[in-house]
């Protein structure tokens, strides 16, 4: 690979416009929907946030739907996915390899989209202080492509993250999300991306809108929503010029039956 | 960049076809506000929404009669670059419609649609910003990238004098979808020019 891709290792703190790139290469994911799931791993659950997988997929529901979606100038939409299993390690190990600046950890990829665990820490290596919330790293790329992203909360017995109100805990999510689909962090204090929270955070920022749409920009067709001309649903560009021809042809051929009008200009 | 040329290429369709009338009837210079995405983006850090931020635009738009009460408008125009809070990031938009004016004496609904582009740009680098306990070094974007929207317009607007009117749009985003549905609204003044 010709580029050198610098894949950062963001964290949230609790006291968690310009926006900024995760990453080195602007990965971005290849597909304009991108589920975001609740990992189980084996033997362990979320033990100490205070909501089980199954809340969380709630909450993640309401985080994308809240924030991301609704940013009108980007074709990327997230959705909630479904609880799933996974082994172990998820719920234990460190994201990134110890000793590097931020290597993922290979037995973490995830296969495809974004996934979120609750994460013990048992080596102390992903969660340096209680406040740190949750950590996110895309950790399967191909190319200039993002496969998967994982997203660790900070599910020691010390978290500050359970304390946290149900609105907190939607913002603090949709934050994480933002960094697993390509985004870095804001100066801003009333953005999303801001690196620790605010108290009243109900909208995205002007940088997160602009961010989302650096990355994903919105590329609607010419024929009034109802063709999609731009390309399949897996993201492919692939305009049907033709449709747009014939339509400008069209509403030619109708202006030039208007000619026999009385006119009346302006002056 | 992503590819433009399509609707650049029907915009141009349009133009033609307004020409195809064998008339140019008033051209004219629109100078106002944009108010983007009114109520949609948090502005500081107790929830406050937006309403309406300076953004100054120029467009220039044709008036052409199809009866005497019915005009088309193609129009063009774009809002002046903007740094923002931070001046890394460079941001403006452009908009290519096709109105359609419906007047009664000084009075005229607006009604069309087209396309608004939202060119994003930054020149590269990094940003140092707080990372968790510490800070790192952020990788800032390189190069402009557009997003492309197809808007439809509703307004109004009013003839003070022969040269001189007012109009007020409302950009509508996405209206079939509520999810990312957004309002941006327009103010301008237009001097025209008469026929050319």
Known sequence: MKTLITIFFIILIQSAEAFTLNNSATLTFNKNEVKVNIGAPAGRSCQNLGVDENELLSIVSDAVDQYWNRAPTSRLKLRAGSVKSVTAAFGTDEICVQGTSCTPNSALAVDSDILIVCNGDTNNLNFSTPGVLAITVPNNISGKSILGSLIMINDKGT??????????????????????????????????????????????????IDGISYLYPKQQPVTCGSVDTTGDSTGNKNPNTWLGLLIGFIFIALVNQLRYLKLRPRF | MQNTKYPIVLLILCFFSSMALGYTYDASLSVGNLCEYIGKIQTDENGATNSCEFNPYLSASMEVPLTNQFFVSPEAGF???????????????????????????????????????????????????????????????????????????????????????ADLHTYIFNLLKSEDRAFSILVNGTYHFGEL
């Open chain 1, 159 to 208: 978290n500050q993250f359970k304390y946290k109100s149900r609105d907190e805990k939607i913002s603090i999510i949709a934050h994480e999300i933002g960094h697993a689909f390509g985004l870095g962090h804001s100066p801003v204090k009333d953005s999303l991306m801001y690196y620790a929270t605010v108290n009243m955070r109900k909208f995205l920022g002007a940088d997160d």
């Open chain 2, 79 to 165: 809002s002046f670059p903007k740094k923002g809070r931070d001046e890394n990031i460079s941001k403006m938009s452009l908009f290519l419609l096709a109105n359609t004016k419906y007047k009664w004496n000084f009075f005229y609904l607006i009604g069309g649609a087209g396309f608004y582009f939202t060119r994003i740009s930054a020149g590269g680098g990094t940003e140092e910003l707080n990372n968790g306990n510490s800070t790192s070094a952020f990788p800032l974007p390189e190069g402009a990238v557009y997003s492309r929207n197809f808007i439809l317009n509703a307004g109004l607007g009013f003839d003070f004098a022969k040269n001189v009117s």
